[in-house]
Protein backbone atom coordinates (compact mmCIF):
# COMPACT_ATOMS: atom_id res chain seq x y z
CA UNK A 1 0.00 0.00 0.00
CA UNK A 2 2.72 2.17 0.65
CA UNK A 3 4.89 1.80 -2.32
CA UNK A 4 1.30 2.27 -4.11
CA UNK A 5 1.21 5.74 -2.65
CA UNK A 6 4.89 6.44 -3.26
CA UNK A 7 4.12 5.84 -7.15
CA UNK A 8 0.90 7.91 -6.87
CA UNK A 9 2.92 10.74 -5.21
CA UNK A 10 5.94 10.23 -7.62
CA UNK A 11 3.70 10.42 -10.48
CA UNK A 12 4.64 13.19 -13.09
CA UNK A 13 1.15 13.41 -14.48
CA UNK A 14 -0.02 14.65 -10.70
CA UNK A 15 2.37 17.11 -10.61
CA UNK A 16 0.87 19.44 -13.93
CA UNK A 17 -2.80 20.62 -14.35
CA UNK A 18 -5.36 22.07 -12.94
CA UNK A 19 -6.05 19.69 -10.08
CA UNK A 20 -1.91 18.82 -9.56
CA UNK A 21 -0.70 18.14 -6.04
CA UNK A 22 0.55 21.54 -6.53
CA UNK A 23 -2.63 22.92 -6.60
CA UNK A 24 -4.26 21.37 -4.50
CA UNK A 25 -1.79 22.13 -1.84
CA UNK A 26 -1.81 26.01 -2.90
CA UNK A 27 -5.71 25.87 -2.15
CA UNK A 28 -5.83 23.77 1.05
CA UNK A 29 -3.32 25.94 2.26
CA UNK A 30 -5.34 29.43 1.67
CA UNK A 31 -8.62 27.46 3.04
CA UNK A 32 -6.48 27.30 6.14
CA UNK A 33 -4.55 30.07 6.57
CA UNK A 34 -7.89 32.33 5.66
CA UNK A 35 -9.77 29.94 8.17
CA UNK A 36 -6.86 30.72 11.20
CA UNK A 37 -7.20 34.26 10.09
CA UNK A 38 -10.56 35.26 10.73
CA UNK A 39 -11.09 32.99 13.58
CA UNK A 40 -7.96 34.74 14.73
CA UNK A 41 -9.75 38.26 14.49
CA UNK A 42 -12.92 37.11 16.15
CA UNK A 43 -11.31 34.96 18.71
CA UNK A 44 -8.40 36.58 20.08
CA UNK A 45 -9.86 39.87 21.26
CA UNK A 46 -13.01 38.49 22.80
CA UNK A 47 -10.64 35.99 24.49
CA UNK A 48 -8.36 38.87 25.68
CA UNK A 49 -11.33 40.53 27.05
CA UNK A 50 -12.94 38.31 28.82
CA UNK A 51 -9.38 37.20 29.90
CA UNK A 52 -8.83 40.49 31.07
CA UNK A 53 -12.37 41.18 32.61
CA UNK A 54 -13.16 38.22 33.79
CA UNK A 55 -17.18 38.72 32.88
CA UNK A 56 -18.84 35.87 31.15
CA UNK A 57 -15.75 33.67 30.82
CA UNK A 58 -17.11 30.09 31.75
CA UNK A 59 -20.23 30.73 29.91
CA UNK A 60 -18.39 31.91 26.53
CA UNK A 61 -15.38 29.28 26.24
CA UNK A 62 -17.73 26.72 27.40
CA UNK A 63 -19.74 27.47 24.72
CA UNK A 64 -17.83 27.99 22.47
CA UNK A 65 -16.04 24.65 22.92
CA UNK A 66 -19.53 22.90 22.40
CA UNK A 67 -18.82 23.95 18.81
CA UNK A 68 -16.80 20.98 18.70
CA UNK A 69 -18.82 18.67 19.18
CA UNK A 70 -20.83 19.71 15.65
CA UNK A 71 -20.28 17.74 12.86
CA UNK A 72 -17.91 19.18 10.71
CA UNK A 73 -18.97 17.66 7.25
CA UNK A 74 -22.53 18.53 7.90
CA UNK A 75 -21.60 21.99 9.06
CA UNK A 76 -19.69 22.83 6.18
CA UNK A 77 -22.50 21.45 3.85
CA UNK A 78 -25.31 23.47 5.60
CA UNK A 79 -23.41 26.27 5.26
CA UNK A 80 -22.21 25.95 1.70
CA UNK A 81 -25.60 25.29 0.58
CA UNK A 82 -26.96 28.27 2.66
CA UNK A 83 -24.28 30.56 1.27
CA UNK A 84 -25.19 29.48 -2.35
CA UNK A 85 -22.53 27.34 -3.21
CA UNK A 86 -18.74 28.87 -4.03
CA UNK A 87 -16.34 29.13 -1.11
CA UNK A 88 -17.56 31.95 1.56
CA UNK A 89 -19.93 28.79 3.05
CA UNK A 90 -17.30 27.01 3.44
CA UNK A 91 -14.46 29.31 4.66
CA UNK A 92 -17.56 30.44 7.40
CA UNK A 93 -17.70 26.73 8.54
CA UNK A 94 -13.50 26.31 8.71
CA UNK A 95 -13.93 29.27 10.58
CA UNK A 96 -16.29 28.16 13.00
CA UNK A 97 -14.52 25.19 13.58
CA UNK A 98 -10.75 27.33 14.66
CA UNK A 99 -12.50 29.67 17.19
CA UNK A 100 -12.63 27.55 19.89
CA UNK A 101 -9.01 26.69 20.80
CA UNK A 102 -7.65 30.44 20.13
CA UNK A 103 -10.41 31.61 22.20
CA UNK A 104 -9.41 28.96 24.76
CA UNK A 105 -5.74 29.75 24.28
CA UNK A 106 -6.26 33.94 24.45
CA UNK A 107 -8.56 33.41 27.80
CA UNK A 108 -6.28 30.95 29.42
CA UNK A 109 -3.25 32.67 28.60
CA UNK A 110 -4.34 35.58 30.43
CA UNK A 111 -6.25 34.00 33.84
CA UNK A 112 -2.70 32.13 34.04
CA UNK A 113 -1.26 35.59 34.54
CA UNK A 114 0.74 35.80 38.05
CA UNK A 115 -1.55 37.91 39.98
CA UNK A 116 0.93 39.31 41.85
CA UNK A 117 2.44 40.69 39.21
CA UNK A 118 -1.09 41.85 37.81
CA UNK A 119 -1.38 43.49 41.14
CA UNK A 120 2.29 45.21 40.89
CA UNK A 121 1.30 46.90 37.98
CA UNK A 122 -2.01 48.00 39.16
CA UNK A 123 0.06 49.52 42.07
CA UNK A 124 2.66 51.05 39.60
CA UNK A 125 -0.40 53.02 38.62
CA UNK A 126 -1.23 51.09 34.99
CA UNK A 127 -4.68 51.34 33.20
CA UNK A 128 -6.65 48.78 32.81
CA UNK A 129 -5.47 49.16 29.10
CA UNK A 130 -1.71 49.37 29.88
CA UNK A 131 -2.31 46.06 32.31
CA UNK A 132 -3.09 44.11 29.36
CA UNK A 133 -0.88 45.07 26.69
CA UNK A 134 2.16 45.66 29.13
CA UNK A 135 1.45 42.38 30.97
CA UNK A 136 -1.33 40.10 30.67
CA UNK A 137 -0.62 39.97 26.59
CA UNK A 138 3.04 39.01 26.87
CA UNK A 139 3.07 36.73 29.84
CA UNK A 140 -0.17 35.11 28.00
CA UNK A 141 1.79 34.83 24.61
CA UNK A 142 2.76 31.16 25.32
CA UNK A 143 -0.68 30.18 25.92
CA UNK A 144 -2.19 31.85 22.93
CA UNK A 145 0.16 30.45 20.47
CA UNK A 146 -0.41 27.21 20.96
CA UNK A 147 -4.08 27.82 20.79
CA UNK A 148 -3.42 29.01 17.17
CA UNK A 149 -0.99 25.98 16.62
CA UNK A 150 -3.88 23.62 18.04
CA UNK A 151 -6.66 25.55 15.41
CA UNK A 152 -3.91 25.32 12.09
CA UNK A 153 -4.07 21.79 12.73
CA UNK A 154 -7.27 21.12 13.28
CA UNK A 155 -7.76 23.34 9.92
CA UNK A 156 -5.34 21.57 8.10
CA UNK A 157 -7.47 18.06 8.54
CA UNK A 158 -11.12 19.53 8.33
CA UNK A 159 -10.36 21.22 5.28
CA UNK A 160 -10.45 18.08 3.50
CA UNK A 161 -13.87 17.92 4.03
CA UNK A 162 -14.39 20.83 1.50
CA UNK A 163 -13.84 18.44 -1.23
CA UNK A 164 -17.54 17.08 -0.66
CA UNK A 165 -18.48 20.17 -2.25
CA UNK A 166 -17.06 20.34 -5.27
CA UNK A 167 -13.56 22.34 -3.79
CA UNK A 168 -10.35 20.86 -5.28
CA UNK A 169 -8.37 20.47 -1.50
CA UNK A 170 -6.42 17.67 -0.49
CA UNK A 171 -9.03 16.01 0.08
CA UNK A 172 -9.91 15.26 -3.30
CA UNK A 173 -7.35 12.37 -3.27
CA UNK A 174 -9.28 10.88 -0.38
CA UNK A 175 -12.60 10.94 -1.98
CA UNK A 176 -11.75 9.49 -5.38
CA UNK A 177 -9.08 6.89 -4.03
CA UNK A 178 -11.96 5.61 -2.19
CA UNK A 179 -14.31 5.47 -5.05
CA UNK A 180 -12.52 3.67 -7.21
CA UNK A 181 -10.71 1.56 -4.63
CA UNK A 182 -6.71 3.39 -5.15
CA UNK A 183 -5.41 3.30 -1.35
CA UNK A 184 -2.19 4.00 -3.05
CA UNK A 185 -4.33 7.55 -3.81
CA UNK A 186 -5.78 7.58 -0.71
CA UNK A 187 -2.85 6.86 1.06
CA UNK A 188 -0.76 9.66 -0.94
CA UNK A 189 -3.11 12.31 -0.27
CA UNK A 190 -3.52 11.59 3.61
CA UNK A 191 0.58 11.69 3.66
CA UNK A 192 0.50 15.68 1.86
CA UNK A 193 -2.11 16.40 4.30
CA UNK A 194 -0.07 15.46 7.22
CA UNK A 195 2.95 16.87 5.89
CA UNK A 196 1.48 20.12 5.34
CA UNK A 197 0.41 19.89 8.99
CA UNK A 198 3.93 19.00 9.77
CA UNK A 199 5.54 21.81 8.05
CA UNK A 200 2.31 24.41 9.57
CA UNK A 201 3.05 23.58 12.96
CA UNK A 202 7.28 23.73 12.68
CA UNK A 203 6.59 27.26 10.86
CA UNK A 204 4.38 28.23 14.05
CA UNK A 205 6.58 26.60 16.64
CA UNK A 206 9.21 29.16 14.94
CA UNK A 207 7.24 32.24 15.32
CA UNK A 208 6.55 31.41 19.22
CA UNK A 209 9.90 31.43 19.25
CA UNK A 210 10.38 34.50 18.07
CA UNK A 211 7.56 36.49 19.79
CA UNK A 212 7.61 34.83 23.15
CA UNK A 213 10.17 36.39 25.56
CA UNK A 214 13.26 34.22 26.50
CA UNK A 215 12.37 33.76 30.24
CA UNK A 216 8.63 32.94 29.78
CA UNK A 217 9.77 30.15 27.76
CA UNK A 218 12.50 29.49 30.10
CA UNK A 219 9.88 29.11 32.85
CA UNK A 220 7.25 27.50 30.94
CA UNK A 221 10.41 24.88 30.68
CA UNK A 222 10.86 24.83 34.39
CA UNK A 223 7.26 24.22 34.99
CA UNK A 224 6.99 21.10 32.70
CA UNK A 225 10.29 19.57 34.83
CA UNK A 226 9.57 20.37 38.27
CA UNK A 227 7.79 17.32 39.37
CA UNK A 228 5.93 16.73 43.04
CA UNK A 229 7.64 16.26 45.81
CA UNK A 230 7.62 12.59 46.95
CA UNK A 231 5.49 12.09 49.88
CA UNK A 232 6.90 10.85 53.17
CA UNK A 233 5.67 7.22 54.42
CA UNK A 234 5.41 7.35 58.01
CA UNK A 235 6.00 4.34 59.66
CA UNK A 236 3.70 1.51 60.86
CA UNK A 237 3.42 1.28 64.42
CA UNK A 238 4.01 -3.11 64.59
CA UNK A 239 1.58 -4.22 67.60
CA UNK A 240 3.95 -6.31 69.45
CA UNK A 241 1.83 -9.44 70.56
CA UNK A 242 2.93 -10.44 74.23
CA UNK A 243 1.89 -13.07 76.16
CA UNK A 244 -0.47 -12.42 79.08
CA UNK A 245 0.07 -14.10 82.80
Known amino acids: ?44 PLGLYVGHTGRGGVVLVGGSNALRALPTLGLVTFL ?63 LLVGGLRNATLQVVATASVAAYVGIETLGRPLLDGLRVLDYGQFVGGAILIALLAVVLDGVLAGVGRLVVPAGLRLTARSRSRRTPPRRREMPVPVESGGSTA
Open 80 to 142: YLIAGGGTVGVLIGLIVLAVPPILAGAYAGVQDVDRGVVDAARGMGMTGAQRLWRVEVPNALP
Open 1 to 44: MFADALAWLLDPVNWSGGKSIPTRVGIHLLYCLGAVLGASLIAV
